[in-house]
């Protein structure tokens, strides 16, 4: 789990794209094989699955793609911003650091942890 603070975004799906490369880009870097991402933005799955539709996020979609074939099993869902807590609390608590650089936590936080569970009930 990790949060990092992007700034000068122009709209969520830009900012969803932006999260999304950098998360595979740490679960490449962490040699991760199975890996599933959640996003609340409806808009980004269609995006990332044709590759000419979004020219504001093509250079990440395809960035996002070339990623992923270095992880053995991923999946991008949609998962709706009510059953999705966790994403929630974490873009928060990004937009609350007080610098750009990366936070990842080896071990899930305490403050996530209820919130863990609750998910998986509304999952």
């Known amino acids: 789990m990790g949060a990092r603070r992007l ?13 999304l490369r950098w998360a595979v880009m740490m679960m490449v ?3 991760y094989t199975n890996v599933v991402s959640e ?6 799955l269609p995006a990332l699955q044709d590759k000419n539709s979004n020219p504001s996020i ?8 070339n990623l992923l074939t ?5 999946q991008v869902i949609f998962k709706c911003r009510q059953s999705n807590g966790v994403a929630d609390m974490t873009a928060k608590e990004a937009i609350s650091l007080n610098h750009e650089g990366p936070v990842l936590y ?14 998986k009930l509304a999952g």
């Open 7 to 19: 700034l000068k975004l122009r709209n969520p799906i830009e900012a969803e794209t932006k999260a």
């Open 29 to 31: 870097r962490l040699n």
């Open 39 to 44: 996003t609340d933005c409806k808009s980004l």
């Open 58 to 65: 093509l250079a990440y979609t395809q960035d996002i793609h």
């Open 70 to 74: 270095k992880i053995g099993t991923h």
């Open 106 to 119: 080896s071990n899930m936080p305490s403050w996530i942890k209820f919130l863990v569970e609750v998910d």
